[in-house]
C-alpha cells in the first residue's frame, strides 16, 4: 500500500486543520490505519489509531479529547481533525498502515505533511 498524507499548513493556537492520508491498493480496509507525528530532535509520537472496521479508536495521552481519526473504506482515506491546536502540536505528521498477514506485522508510511501551530 502506498500512502499520501496531505492537509497540513500554519494555524493559530485554538484553531483546528483536518489531515487526510490516501491509501493506494485494494485491500485497505484490511488495514489498520494510525497517524504519528514527529517533531525536530523529538522521537516519533503515536498520535491517533483505527482498526480496519471503525469499530475501536485509541489516542495518545496528548491528543484525546482534541483529536478525532476517521477512516472511509469506500474512498481509501483515513482523516485526522484536530482541534483546539496548541503550539506543541507543531510537527510533521506521518499516515501509517499497518497489517497483520502470515504470523507478523507490516508497517507502511507516508511522507509526512508538516503542521505548524503558531501561538
Known amino acids: 500500500v502506498q500512502l499520501q498524507a496531505s492537509g497540513g499548513g500554519l494555524v493559530e493556537a485554538g484553531g483546528s486543520l483536518r489531515l487526510s492520508c490516501a491509501a493506494s491498493?485494494?485491500?485497505?480496509?484490511?488495514?489498520?490505519m494510525a497517524w504519528f507525528r514527529q517533531a525536530p530532535g523529538k522521537e516519533r509520537e503515536f498520535v491517533a489509531v483505527?482498526?480496519?472496521?471503525?469499530?475501536?479508536?485509541h489516542y495518545g495521552d496528548s491528543t484525546a479529547g482534541r483529536f478525532t481519526i476517521s477512516r472511509d473504506n469506500a474512498k481509501n482515506t483515513v482523516s485526522l481533525q484536530m482541534n483546539s491546536l496548541k503550539p506543541e502540536d507543531t510537527s510533521v505528521y506521518y499516515c501509517n498502515a499497518r497489517l497483520y498477514s502470515g504470523g507478523m506485522w507490516s508497517d507502511y508510511w507516508g511522507q509526512g505533511t508538516q503542521v505548524t501551530v503558531s501561538s
Open positions: 483505527i482498526n480496519w472496521g471503525s469499530s475501536q479508536t
Open positions: 491498493g485494494p485491500t485497505f480496509s484490511r488495514y489498520n
